[in-house]
């Protein structure tokens, strides 16, 4: 009687997995060529819990991750992974100013309300990921982005904490797109809501 126990188990938590949707949704994804190389625009529909709201005005700062990867189809041999960028943001709330805060590396916002804080949180605008000096080949890449609330860079009880509530996770798949370089910047339109996303991971 253990066994078939154990199997029901196995498929709840499996039918659970694969029936929760993202909790971020990747929009209007594009590189723009500028100065240094490209940069990359990405609009993101995603909202708070109200343990992650609790947790923030209760003077817990969180952290969300932007991931960008680009690589290099290779039918010889395998994928080349051609760069790996990584930015993060820190959201904070300040109980005396009873401000919001958004702060990467040393540059920082405030903000009134929560809302208008995760407004900005929401539109990645003019992040240079790819450098003029890559020197990218005339060549189709495969472009992948996506965005996350870090954990790991959390105290460790709400790491803890994060395991067993659904309240904590906030993140993407990899919203992936054909880049080449030196063509008009790519615009890669919104998947339908009533078929999933061509090549997504879960």
Do not use: N
Not at 180 to 198: A, I, L, Q
């Amino acid at each position: 009687m253990r066994l078939p126990r154990f199997l029901l188990a196995i498929v709840v938590v499996l039918a659970a997995t694969f029936a929760h949707a993202d909790d971020i949704e990747v929009r209007d994804v594009r590189l723009e060529p500028v100065d240094e190389g490209y940069a990359l625009q990405a609009d993101f529909a995603f909202d708070f819990s109200p343990r992650l709201e609790e947790a923030v005005r209760g003077g817990v700062a969180l952290y969300f991750a932007y991931e960008f990867e680009l690589t290099r189809p290779r039918w010889y041999w395998f994928d080349e992974k051609t760069l790996v960028r990584r930015h993060t943001v820190k959201l904070s709330y300040h109980a005396l100013s009873r401000q919001f805060r958004l702060a990467a590396g040393v540059v920082q916002q405030s903000f009134a309300t929560l809302e208008e804080a995760l407004a900005v949180l929401r539109r990645l605008c003019g992040w240079a990921v790819v450098d003029r000096t890559v020197g990218l080949q005339d060549a189709p890449y495969d472009a992948a982005v996506r965005m996350r609330l870090d954990l790991g860079l959390m105290p460790k009880p709400f790491q803890v904490s994060a395991l067993t509530s659904r309240e904590w996770r906030l993140e993407s798949s990899w919203r992936r797109f054909v880049f080449r370089p030196g063509t008009t910047p790519p615009v890669v339109p919104e998947p339908r809501r009533d078929e999933p996303e061509k090549g997504a991971e879960k």
